[in-house]
């Protein structure tokens, strides 16, 4: 049976809202498919507003990749404003989706890509929007699967009252295969209900089904046990790991946003995964092996999505992008071919390691000189040894003075304030690594018109990372050291002057990181809040600590637990952890051993290029480290036509 489009409906409202044109779709790229001649139907969510959901690559992704079903349809749904949010409600307008319009709770599947853990109030009203019941128990054979995915799906549990189901690790053959069993299923008629098709995939041994694991608790708070309840189902579920990144070349038609957006780019993942092994960094431990993607791939990618978009600015992705072993055949081959266009390159946030001038000039060689970014994470030499991010202050110098000596302006800073074992000296480090950056800067530069920007963002420690036993550190702690840092920056004007500081107070980390490292008892707290108009948490002007203090007040006792339990605590080593049963591939106890290492100072180096460290993800996996050369170049290319943004083949170096 068909499903109409909300959008008469909608329409009315939309004059009365802020940024309607976010609402109304019809993106360059979108797909739009009958409803009828499909079988299996998903709406993708990425739970925050249209600005922030649009670019996300892993969406995107899988947009295409289910779409290139002929009979599979997927459609993407975004959080809505809380103006809109109002007036859905006062005139019966459901959870829509952009493309269609269609109401979300019609579809198959609600897959949600939860890139933090602040998004989670936000499901719950798109779920009640969409008149799907909060609570998984409460659903029937006529609602939706909600599926959970992204880096906060490795430890869904405290959002397990509210999730179906949830898919660790990359999703690219993983929303394949639940098509399929969800195909099948309807095949037959849908046997045994919904409980039968949640049960065909947790049986998969990749997907996690909460209401099928019972989890129990000691005298103390702390899990006892989680294990399994039925018998087809494991009792640990396992990522998936997708390793041939070249066969999944994947957006190859990049949407383009109606709205302005936080990245106005056209992106591609160069590589994934990270041996580098800082211990903060949950992204760089979850998605081990180390995959890279051949130039040739990468050449092709960048050619049909700048031709398929229009941007002028190609990204160059990864969680460290300069360490891909090809990168400066990969950025001199592209720099080469489109020469003389508008197409610039990109690289996220640079380690300072792996920069040189070489690299920037051909990121920089049509003219653009942004500001380069660089994380150093902590201010001293010690802190950064317990984070295991070896560069010295020298190094950062070095690097800098090169790069305002062959012309840059304006270099940016990232740290982290509330690490493990950090002192107050350690975060006064920062203001003196900056000024020392201005001084060498003006001196290699001749010029006093440069800039420093020091960001800092609160640490939250994260589940599958040595630091997920460590204790966090209180906001207050946190905004101390904070004002302890712009006094010491303003200290000297000549060079304060020349450095800014961005930084939130230490209370959203907090609750980011009850929310990380909780269970399945913080669910009350999430529903709470959300019924006491939480919304669009990662926002400071929608967040409310004092909302979720008062939750955790009200709902934590009665299960003898409090929000310091949950947070500033420093757990156990044989302590239970609620995703324990939840393989990252990592072996918990050499992810212990780190801890204690990180405790000692010691670092650990880069697996890529030293022997094994026995993290067990290799040998969990069944998979293996895959970096280049590959002896696939870059192939050079014709020009499409005239006024083609590709220079021409007779002066590329065919890199």
């Given at each position: 049976?068909?499903?109409?489009?909300?959008?008469?409906?909608l329409?009315?409202?939309?004059?009365?809202?802020?940024?309607?044109?976010?609402?109304?779709?019809?993106?360059?790229?979108?797909?739009?498919?009958?409803?009828d001649?499909t079988?299996?139907?998903?709406a993708?969510?990425?739970?925050?507003a249209?600005e922030?959901?649009?670019?996300?690559?892993?969406?995107?992704?899988?947009?295409?990749?289910?779409?290139?079903?002929?009979?599979?349809l997927?459609?993407?749904?975004?959080?809505?404003?809380?103006?809109?949010?109002?007036?859905?409600?006062?005139?019966d307008?459901?959870?829509?989706?952009?493309?269609?319009?269609?109401?979300?709770?019609?579809?198959?599947?609600?897959?949600?890509?939860?890139a933090t853990?602040?998004g989670?109030t936000?499901?719950?009203?798109?779920?009640?929007?969409?008149?799907i019941?909060?609570?998984?128990?409460?659903?029937?054979?006529?609602?939706?699967?909600?599926?959970?995915?992204?880096?906060a799906?490795?430890?869904?549990?405290?959002?397990?009252?509210?999730?179906?189901?949830?898919?660790l690790?990359?999703?690219?053959?993983a929303?394949?295969?639940?098509?399929?069993?969800?195909?099948?299923?309807?095949a037959?008629?849908?046997?045994g209900?919904?409980?039968e098709?949640l049960?065909?995939?947790?049986?998969?041994?990749?997907?996690?089904?909460?209401?099928?694991?019972?989890?129990?608790?000691?005298?103390d708070?702390?899990?006892?046990?989680?294990?399994?309840?039925?018998?087809r189902?494991?009792?640990?579920v396992?990522?998936?790991?997708?390793?041939?990144?070249?066969?999944?070349?994947?957006?190859?038609?990049?949407?383009?946003?109606?709205?302005?957006?936080?990245?106005?780019?056209?992106s591609v993942?160069?590589?994934?995964?990270?041996?580098?092994?800082?211990?903060?960094?949950?992204?760089?431990?979850?998605?081990?092996?180390?995959?890279?993607r051949?130039?040739?791939?990468?050449?092709?990618?960048?050619q049909?999505?700048?031709a398929?978009?229009?941007?002028?600015?190609?990204?160059?992705?990864s969680?460290?992008?300069?360490?891909?072993?090809?990168?400066a055949e990969?950025?001199?081959?592209?720099?080469?071919?489109?020469?003389?266009?508008?197409?610039?390159?990109?690289?996220?946030?640079?380690?300072?390691?792996?920069?040189?001038?070489?690299?920037?000039?051909?990121?920089?060689?049509?003219?653009?000189?942004?500001?380069?970014?660089?994380?150093?994470?902590?201010?001293s030499?010690?802190?950064?040894?317990?984070?295991?991010k070896?560069?010295?202050?020298?190094d950062?110098?070095?690097?800098?003075?090169?790069?305002?000596?062959?012309g840059?302006r304006q270099?940016?800073?990232?740290?982290?304030?509330?690490?493990?074992?950090?002192?107050?000296?350690?975060?006064?480090?920062?203001?003196?690594?900056a000024?020392?950056?201005?001084?060498?800067?003006?001196?290699?530069?001749?010029?006093?018109?440069?800039?420093?920007?020091?960001?800092?963002?609160?640490?939250?420690?994260?589940?599958h990372?040595p630091f997920?036993?460590?204790?966090?550190?209180?906001?207050?702690?946190?905004?101390?050291r904070?004002?302890r840092?712009?006094?010491a920056?303003?200290?000297?004007?000549?060079?304060?002057r020349?450095?800014?500081?961005?930084?939130?107070?230490?209370k959203?980390?907090?609750?980011?990181g009850l929310?990380?490292?909780g269970?399945?008892?913080?669910?009350?707290?999430i529903?709470?809040?959300?019924?006491?108009?939480?919304?669009?948490?990662?926002w400071?002007?929608?967040?409310?600590?004092?909302?979720?203090?008062?939750?955790?007040?009200?709902?934590l006792?009665?299960?003898?637990?409090?929000?310091?339990?949950f947070?500033t605590?420093?757990?156990?080593e044989?302590?239970?952890?609620?995703?324990?049963?939840?393989?990252?591939?990592?072996?918990?106890?050499?992810?212990?051993?780190?801890?204690?290492?990180?405790?000692?100072?010691?670092?650990?180096?880069d697996?890529?290029?030293?022997?094994?460290f026995?993290?067990?993800?290799?040998?969990?996996?069944?998979?293996?480290?895959?970096?280049?050369?590959?002896?696939?170049?870059?192939?050079?290319?014709?020009?499409?036509?005239?006024?083609?943004?590709v220079?021409n083949?007779?002066?590329?170096?065919?890199?």
């Open positions: 049976m068909s499903v109409e489009s909300v959008f008469p409906r329409e009315p409202l939309l004059p009365r809202v802020s940024k309607p044109v976010q609402y109304v779709g019809g993106e360059l790229n979108a797909t739009i498919k009958d409803w001649a079988t299996v139907r998903w993708l969510m990425y739970p925050d249209y922030v959901g649009l670019p996300n690559q892993g969406v995107m992704i899988l947009y295409e990749i289910l779409n290139e079903q002929p009979d599979v997927a459609e993407r749904t975004y959080s809505v404003w809380p103006d809109l949010e109002a007036l859905m409600r006062e005139h307008v459901p959870q829509f989706t952009v493309d269609a319009h269609r109401p979300v709770g019609a579809f198959d599947v609600l897959g949600v890509s939860f853990e602040l989670y936000n499901l719950l009203t798109a779920l009640d929007l969409a008149g019941p909060l609570h998984a128990v409460d659903r029937t054979e006529d609602h939706p699967i909600v599926l959970a995915g992204g880096h799906a490795f430890n869904p549990e405290p959002i397990a009252d509210f999730l179906d189901a949830a898919v690790g990359d999703g690219e053959e929303v394949l295969e639940v098509t399929e069993l969800i195909r099948s299923w309807k037959e008629g849908r046997p209900g919904r409980e098709i049960t065909r995939l947790a049986e998969t041994g990749n997907v996690y089904v909460p209401r099928f694991y019972e989890v129990t608790y000691l005298s708070g702390a899990i006892d046990e989680v294990r399994p309840t039925r018998d189902v494991p009792a640990r396992v990522k998936r790991t997708t390793m041939d990144l070249d066969a999944w070349p994947y957006p190859k038609q990049p949407l383009v946003p109606l709205a302005e957006s936080v990245h106005e780019r056209m993942e160069i590589f994934r995964g990270c041996t580098r092994g800082c211990r903060f960094c949950q992204a760089g431990m979850i998605t081990r092996p180390v995959r890279e051949s130039a040739e791939g990468i050449g092709a990618m960048v049909q999505g700048i398929a978009t229009g941007f002028e600015e190609v990204g160059l992705l969680l460290s992008s300069a360490d891909h072993s090809e990168i990969v950025t001199k081959g592209l720099a080469d071919r489109y020469e003389g266009t508008n197409t610039g390159l990109s690289l996220p946030s640079t380690r300072v390691d792996a920069f040189n001038v070489d690299l920037a000039n051909e990121l920089a060689r049509n003219g653009r000189r942004s500001g380069l970014t660089f994380a150093p994470e902590g201010g030499e010690r802190i950064r040894r317990v984070i295991n070896m560069v010295s202050e020298e950062l110098i070095r690097t800098v003075t090169t790069a305002y000596a062959n840059w270099v940016k800073l990232y740290f982290m304030c509330g690490l493990p074992t950090e002192t107050d000296e350690d975060i006064l480090q920062i203001a003196a690594m000024k020392e950056v201005i001084r060498a800067g003006r001196e290699a530069s001749g010029n006093k018109d440069i800039r420093c920007t020091v960001s800092i963002g609160g640490f939250v420690p994260k589940p990372t997920q036993w460590a204790s966090q550190t209180d906001p207050d702690t946190i905004d101390a904070l004002r840092l712009r006094a920056v303003n200290e000297d004007r000549k060079l304060g020349s450095i800014g500081m961005r930084y939130h107070d230490g959203p980390s907090l609750i980011e929310l990380s490292r269970d399945r008892r913080i669910g009350r707290v529903e709470r809040v959300w019924r006491q108009g939480g919304r669009f948490d990662g400071t002007e929608h967040f409310s600590y004092y909302r979720w203090l008062d939750a955790c007040a009200d709902e006792p009665a299960f003898g637990v409090d929000i310091a339990w947070t605590r420093e757990r156990t044989h302590e239970t952890l609620p995703w324990d049963h939840l393989d990252s591939g990592l072996d918990k106890e050499w992810l212990w051993a780190d801890w204690r290492d990180a405790l000692d100072e010691q670092e650990q180096d697996c890529r290029w030293t022997p094994c026995d993290c067990g993800v290799c040998p969990a996996m069944g998979t293996d480290i895959e970096i280049g050369p590959t002896g696939r170049p870059m192939l050079s290319i014709t020009p499409v036509g005239k006024g083609s943004p220079r083949p007779s002066l590329s170096s065919g890199v």
